[in-house]
Structures are given as C-alpha cells and as structure tokens.
C-alpha cells in the first residue's frame, strides 16, 4: 500500500523543487505533544490500534489534523519529505496514520527512533539496536541505577513505565509515562522550575563516562539515551546514501522542522548541523505557516 501511495507522487528525482527534501521532527511540529487518556494506563500497541478502530481517523488531541495532512501532501507534490521521531514507529502511526493509511505511505522517508528504524517509499532499510551495540551487562548496570535514582527522587507524583526499551535508545521518565494528561502537564511544570532531568542527565554523566552514551530531553516528561552520533542526524545518513543508488537523488538542500532546537532539546543536533537549514517552530500551526511561506503552498 505504501508503495502504491508513492505513485501517487512525482518521482523522487522529478519533485519541481529539485535536489530539496524536508525532514520534520514529530512532536510539537507535525502533531501537538503525545497525551495519554487514563491516568493509570498506557495501552499496549496492539490495544491502541483496536482502540482506534472505533474512533474516527485524526480525531484525538495529539493527532496531526486533517489540514496539516493535506498541506503536507501538497508538499510532496513539490519536494520530498520525511519525518524524524525518537519514539518507534507504532507511536508515529498512532500520530500521523490511520488505522487504514500506514504512515510510511504519508511520507517519502519515515525515521524512527531517529533513523534506527527507517523507510524508504514504503520500504524498510537496514536498522540498528542499541542492546547490541552496549551489551547486556552495561544496559544492566546503567537500569538498575536509573531505577534506584527514580526511586530516591522526591516529585509530587510517581506513575509507572520508567524506562522503556526501544530498539536504538531506551526513554525514561522521571514521573513515568502513564502519568495522566493533567500530571504529564504538571510535571512539565514543575521539570522546568526544579530542573529535575537536567539534574538526572548530569548525574548519569558523571556514573557513566565511559559508556560513549548521549542523553537527550524532549517532551514533557522524558529523556532519551543513546549511544553517541544516534541522535536526529543519524537519519542524514540514509538522506545521502541516496545518491549512491541507482535513480537516487542528491539533496543539496535538507531543511529540518523542529520545537526543541536549544541546546539539550532532542532537534538540536540536527538542527545546528551544517548539512541542514533549521528552522526553529513552537507548534504544528507555525511549520504550517513556514511552509506555506517557503514554498508558496
């Protein structure tokens, strides 16, 4: 299906805006942040998408509207896009699919957990794990020591999902990520008088200099940890293996779109990279006016 999407479009190599791809982080630029519903659940996937069924496409909070779906769609008809998210690739459809439309069809290029899991035009290309790029008996060392340090925190609320493993990073949350709608605001409230992960961040730092990790805070709740050079530019990679196959395209131009481009946000490093041309937004509705404004959409 996705393949079949695709066809729908220019050929890579025949977009009128030769040579230019646009990449957008997830979260706060295509879609507001991820909420949950329960203050005490977090569905599995599979819960979610039997979950959806019965809902109408694109009609929860954090879903990327319908007028923000077409604007995009309208792009791909000039340019090549793509999106760059740190969650896996069941959140991001939960976002930007539907339960009849994959998200790899809706893009070019889908990179999740920042380009560890990757598609091209519907395709999956090679992927990496962080389990196996650390090893069993440092990722050991370094949850138990998380878990311990959660534990001794003092935050007006505590919740459950900690940590959780992805396949090139693992995410933690000081709170918890099936802390409620109200609490993840609170907290984001409270994160950002205290500095409660920017303190963590500091000390997992010092414990772990050796381990070649980086820690990365995005959203409201979280922050992420993966090996150095897995951040937002690890999908550059795949952006200029392009060029290399036969048909590819070499993208000249690689505009980003992201909410957390300050030193520390999860967009930073691609953001300040010099393959990309950044542009810093605070919400879906600005991208959509910078887009509108760059390509006369």
Not at 78 to 95: M, N, R
Not at 173 to 186: C, D, F, M
């Amino acid at each position: 299906m996705a393949t079949e999407a695709a066809s729908l479009y220019p050929p890579l190599g025949k977009r009128p805006v030769a040579n230019t791809i646009c990449l957008f982080d997830v979260d706060g630029t295509l879609t507001p942040a991820r909420l949950v519903s329960s203050p005490n659940t977090t569905p599995s996937p599979i819960c979610l998408q039997q979950s959806k069924k019965t809902t109408p496409a694109n009609t929860n909070p954090q879903d990327a509207s319908p007028e923000m779906l077409q604007l995009l769609s309208a792009l791909r008809h000039k340019v090549a896009i793509g999106f760059v998210g740190g969650s896996d690739l069941a959140k991001q459809q939960e976002q930007l699919g539907t339960p009849s439309i994959p998200v790899t069809s809706l893009f070019d290029f889908c990179f999740a957990e920042n380009g560890l899991t990757a598609y091209r035009l519907g395709r999956p290309l090679a992927s990496h794990s962080f389990i196996k790029w650390l090893g069993e008996e440092k990722y050991q060392q370094l949850v138990k020591f998380i878990l311990h340090y959660i534990a001794d925190l003092e935050i007006p609320v505590k919740r459950g999902t900690f940590v959780e493993f992805r396949n090139g990073m693992i995410n933690v949350s000081p709170v918890g990520r099936n802390a409620s709608t109200e609490e993840r605001n609170a907290y984001e409230r409270y994160d950002l008088e205290k500095g409660v992960r920017r303190k963590f961040v500091e000390v997992l730092k010092e414990k772990f200099p050796d381990f070649g990790l980086t820690y990365s805070i995005g959203g409201q709740i979280s922050f992420d940890v993966f090996p150095k050079g897995w951040d937002k530019t690890y999908c550059l990679q795949h952006i200029e293996a392009e060029a290399k196959i036969p048909g590819g395209v070499e993208y000249k131009t690689i505009h980003f779109f992201g909410d957390k481009t300050y030193k520390g946000g999860n967009d930073y490093e691609i953001f300040e990279d010099p393959r990309t041309v950044g542009h810093s937004v605070k919400n879906p509705d600005e991208t959509a006016a910078e887009l509108k404004k760059l390509f006369g959409l």
